[in-house]
């Protein structure tokens, strides 16, 4: 646990010292090369901006209007308890959109039953292999000015609904 | 994409409007606009830094030695993109992703996106089968150790916070597996029709 914790601390610095280490000994010329990556980078963050204000107005509406909890609570009722535990919905749903207010969800989760229960468990897992799927489409899709996604959007909602699935047996089973 | 957005602020604001929530809705769009703006500062940051030591690294080779070590699956996931940059962006957003590095992640897939743009011999509007196969890849969730989740669980006085790393790189592998298989289905299906 500890030494896991050295790790995920560690994990950055040491990746940068591979990455220069690397460099120097390539005798590539490493503050140009710096220079000219974070320009390119300063471009992207731009061309992405009105897109990240104009979702995240967006989804702060709707969350504000109750509707996101709402409909969660919803599809709780819908779906059959043995299949999907209709507490954790809405932490499913509202992980699709934003990935801070899950986490807040997450936390009620935790102190309400603890992280050890069933229920604790289970989010943990669903966690580790969830994004946020419209956060994510939209911000790279409007960083290349894509409009028509295709099939990104039943690829993306298959995958996190094997992922569910997976994380409710796998918590059930621990 | 336009319905999805209209849609959502136009959901959002009829539903408030019936429970009452008027109030919130003002503040919530004028929060969540300038949310975006500092989140967009503070990405600004780290995207003109990891970008820069991206740079570096593909200057240097490394990039280009981890999308051969890549190789097999890159080529098993985008047989049709040969090109260099491309290559080296993938594999390493999908590195980043799997050590949950994730502000190094977004900055490599935001610019192997821009190269599979340039690969676009269609409509520049559309996505094409590579962007649909990388996103779906990206969302399925690759990473493997869930830092902030064990972090968390510790917090709340988990007796074993760490004991979902297992189920977590099981529960990942399921889904991922699942973006490959829709993935090669729908690229197959499109290649038929």
Not at chain 1, 164 to 172: F, N, Y
Request: proline residues 4%.
């Amino acid at each position: 646990m500890k030494f896991l914790m050295y790790l995920s601390d560690a994990c950055i610095p040491i990746l940068l010292f591979i990455i220069l280490s690397h460099a120097f000994m390539q005798k590539t010329k490493v503050y140009g090369a710096f220079l000219e990556g974070a320009k390119d980078g300063f471009k992207t963050v731009i061309s992405i901006m009105p897109t990240l204000v104009g979702l995240m107005c967006a989804v702060g509406v709707l969350r504000a209007s109750g509707f996101l909890d709402d409909a969660a609570k919803w599809i709780g009722m819908v779906i059959p308890e043995q299949i999907f535990p209709s507490e954790l919905v809405p932490v499913a749903i509202i992980k699709m959109f934003s990935s801070s207010a899950a986490t807040g969800l997450v936390l009620d989760i935790f102190r309400e039953y603890g992280p050890d229960s069933m229920f604790g468990k289970i989010v943990s897992i669903m966690g580790s292999c969830t994004e946020t799927i419209f956060y994510t489409m939209s911000v790279y899709f409007m960083a290349v000015k894509v409009r028509k996604t295709r099939w990104t959007l039943p690829g993306a909602l298959c995958a996190t609904a094997a992922g569910l699935a997976a994380s409710v047996v796998l918590g059930k089973m621990i | 994409m336009d319905y999805l957005w209209g849609g959502m602020l136009i959901l959002g604001i009829v539903y408030g409007s019936m429970t009452g929530r008027m109030a919130e809705i003002t503040e919530a769009a004028l929060d969540s606009s300038k949310e975006a703006v500092s989140l967009c500062i503070t990405m600004t940051g780290v995207m003109c830094f990891w970008v820069g030591m991206m740079k570096i690294a593909q200057e240097s080779g490394l990039l280009k030695a981890l999308s051969n070590k890549l190789n097999p699956v890159l080529s098993f996931m985008f047989p049709d993109v040969k090109e260099e940059k491309a290559r080296e962006y993938m594999a390493g957003n999908i590195i980043a992703n799997l050590f949950g590095l994730g502000w190094a992640a977004t900055p490599a897939g935001l610019k192997a996106m821009e190269e599979l743009q340039k690969l676009n011999r269609g409509d520049k509007s559309t996505a094409t089968k590579e962007m649909c196969a990388f996103l779906i890849l990206n969302i399925s969730s690759l990473q493997l150790i869930p830092v902030n989740m064990i972090a968390y669980r510790g917090q709340y006085g988990s007796a074993d916070p760490a004991m979902i790393v297992g189920p977590g790189i099981a529960a990942t592998a399921i889904s991922t597996m699942t973006a490959v298989v829709f993935c090669k289905i729908a690229a197959w299906r499109e290649v038929r029709m």
